[in-house]
């Protein structure tokens, strides 16, 4: 699949010059970043879960004494 992505003249010459330095692709670099991004954003909402259960397990417990 393709997306069209403007990226500011600043960022497009770091980018360039990365590629160049490491023999790869900007798209290459792209997607390996966004790639890191999302299992980040997975890793950090999978630890958001599982933080909340003890939470909510607890509020639970008490609800049921009542």
Known sequence: ???TVYIDDDTSRQLSEAALKRGANRNAIILH?????????????ALNQASARPIEEAQAQSASYY
């Not at 970043?33 to 909402?45: D, F, I, P, S």
Request: proline share 0%.
């Open 1 to 3: 699949m393709q997306y």
């Open 33 to 45: 970043a966004l790639q890191e991004w999302l299992a980040a954003q997975r890793a950090a909402e």
